[in-house]
């Protein structure tokens, strides 16, 4: 389906339509995605409020202060991660805002003259809409409008980003959990065969063991609804993430020579190899660090332990073997190798319009 939409393009417009096409496009698919995110929210507000009351209460509160440092860790890698999205909009918003009243203001021409005046985003107005005060109104109006879904897609995409590094925390938590194990097996083997120790040290590890399983199971009902709630958000944002990424690489290679159209289109393609990499990454993440439990699980001395501790420690092998994942409509597993694969999407886009600018 995306490969017809470029060719019905290219079949009814000319060369010199396509570059209006492609910043019209970039412009409208982003606003479309912040509102298709939008409605996808409102939809699903009810679980969503549950998840996010639950993701800042109780999740918190089942770490030990012990191991809190881990799960504080990511909890700032996610703030960071969070405060370079917030720059990367504000410095495309910056420089859509600025540029047009940079160019009026450093034109010799009449200002009056309506042909010199551009607007942040590419659209068609009547010629009246050039000359004051209409030409401020809708100014003003883009710029209100283009805030409005900046901060609903930084909501959103800040929310599931930190859903997940979070998650990654809790499951870095559960391998130290593990791990610390090790001393009370250690414990346990260097006790004499009828020391009256050795009920308690085994209780000990019983204890342990259960809190483990108990926080293992309550992260993966949390994957579970990360998966359940954002699978539909994530599949809106890989489809149009190829698109978007095509028809602003397509504009900055026909304005390397535009400072201004340059900047714009440049800073717009930041915000989107962010926007996706703010999903992958953090999704890349959540299958190592949950498959890692299988590894840590089985780094201990299990096999020094009775039976009835031994096959406990051999389930949490057995379902860490499976990582935790979210998917893009559950179609996609999004993690780096998906990034690269919508990165190859988009680059084929490009070179099907770059041959077409060839060909003209």
């Known amino acids: 389906m995306f490969i017809v939409i470029p060719q019905i393009i290219m079949i009814y417009i000319n060369w010199n339509d396509l570059n209006i096409v492609m910043e019209t496009g970039s412009t409208l698919l982003t606003i479309l995605l912040a509102a298709l995110k939008s409605i996808v929210w409102i939809f699903n507000r009810k679980n969503l409020e549950f998840f996010i009351e639950f993701m800042l209460t109780d999740y918190w509160k089942i770490i030990e202060t012990n191991v809190f440092e881990y799960l ?41 003259n309506f042909t010199i005046k551009n607007f942040p985003f590419a659209a068609s107005y009547p010629i009246i809409f050039y000359k004051f005060p209409f030409y401020e109104i809708a100014y003003i109006s883009q710029i209100l409008a283009t805030s409005i879904c900046c901060l609903m897609m ?32 250690y414990d346990l083997t260097n006790l004499k065969t009828n020391s009256k120790h050795i009920n308690k040290n085994l209780y000990e590890i019983k204890t342990q063991i259960i809190y483990i399983i108990k926080h293992h199971q309550l992260v993966l009902w949390f994957c579970d609804n990360m998966e359940k709630n954002f699978h539909l958000i994530l599949f809106l944002q ?69 039976t009835f501790i031994k096959d406990e420690i051999c389930m949490i092998i057995l ?13 996609y597993i999004m993690h780096l190798e998906n990034f690269t694969a919508i990165l190859s999407t988009a680059f084929s886009y490009f070179m099907m319009l770059q041959s077409f600018n060839t060909e003209a």
Request: contains cysteine; aromatic residues 12%; charged residues 15%.
């Open 319 to 331: 379902r860490s073997q499976r990582p935790s994942f979210i998917t893009a409509g559950k179609l």
């Open 72 to 112: 504080q860790e990511y909890a700032i890698y996610a703030k960071n991660i969070t405060k370079g999205y917030f720059i990367s909009m504000c410095n495309a918003l910056l420089f859509f805002f600025s540029l047009p009243i940079i160019e009026i203001l450093t034109k010799n021409e009449n200002l009056n």
């Open 238 to 306: 890989a489809i149009t993430s190829s698109l978007i990424i095509c028809f602003v690489g397509f504009q900055i290679s026909i304005a390397l020579t535009e400072r201004s159209k340059f900047l714009e289109s440049l800073s717009h393609l930041i915000v989107s190899l962010f926007q996706l990499l703010l999903f992958c990454f953090p999704g890349d993440i959540l299958i190592r660090q949950s498959f890692n439990i299988s590894i840590a699980a089985y780094s201990i001395q299990w096999y020094q332990l009775p």
């Open 154 to 185: 930084l909501a959103i995409d800040s929310l599931i980003a930190t859903a997940l590094l979070h998650t990654c925390g809790h499951f870095t938590v559960l391998k130290e959990n593990l791990k610390n194990l090790d001393t009370y097996i």
